[in-house]
């Protein structure tokens, strides 16, 4: 889990590429949910702060994001 600190110090291209990243993992944990095969359910609640963590920093920085 990265700090917000750590966040604020990418550039936004990275920034979006670890929003894709993220996006992708949650998918994949939901997928494994689904199919009763994720061993600990916290991660979809990890996955999700992660996420906004980063859509806030973009947000502080009036980047644009795209879903």
């Keep these: 889990m990265m700090k917000v600190v ?3 110090g990418m550039k ?3 920034l979006h590429a670890e929003l894709d990243r993220l996006r ?3 998918f994949d944990l939901r ?3 689904v199919t009763e095969k994720l061993e600990n ?3 979809l609640k990890a996955a999700r702060k ?3 963590r980063v ?3 973009l947000n502080e920085r009036g980047d644009r ?3």
């Design 6 to 8: 750590e966040m604020r």
């Design 55 to 57: 859509l806030t920093v």
């Design 41 to 43: 359910p916290h991660q």
């Design 24 to 26: 992708r993992h949650f």
């Design 65 to 67: 994001v795209a879903d």
């Design 50 to 52: 992660e996420i906004a």
């Design 12 to 14: 936004s291209k990275e």
């Design 31 to 33: 997928s494994q949910a």
